[in-house]
């Protein structure tokens, strides 16, 4: 889909309004719950720009990858620590790292209209049914190994952050 047309162009304006106010709150966030929040409101704006290229299959990983599992897992970490370790701290390189992301934006936007950008429409996509296939013939034990392993983590996580009475109160039963 190309971005002709006043649909397609407001709605990629209005995504990358959100998706970068999100982002900026992920940083700006003193509480990580918010920070994580915003993150998640961001992960749902690059998904929508792949909608925006007919990615729907990209998308919809991106939300059941970005928003469903790592986030979450993000939020179990959260949650799981000790309440005085949530809030972000007041740092002096806040300044530093303002002035470092305008002039990073500023190099970006000078790229961006510098470039001669050329279209070709020579790439064929495969289809969502042959995606599918792939995914689970060649890519199913990959798959398999990387859910056990975020299980893994998880349950670890779940372990370093337990008190020694609640050790001590699953060793008695």
Known sequence: MALEGFGPAFAFWLLSAITLISAGGVMMARNLLHAVLFLIVTFIGVAGF??????????????????????VLILFAILLT??????NSETVWGAPAALLSIALAAVLIFVIHDT???????????????LGRALLSTWVLPFQLASVLLTAALIGAIMLVRSPEEEAEDALS
Do not use: C, H, K
């Open 116 to 130: 001669a950008w050329s279209e070709t429409n020579s790439f064929q996509a495969p289809s969502v049914e042959d």
């Open 50 to 71: 792949f909608i925006l290229l007919s990615a729907e299959f990209i998308a919809m990983a991106q939300v059941v990858i970005y928003v469903g599992a790592v986030a």
């Open 82 to 87: 000790p309440r005085s370790a949530r809030d």
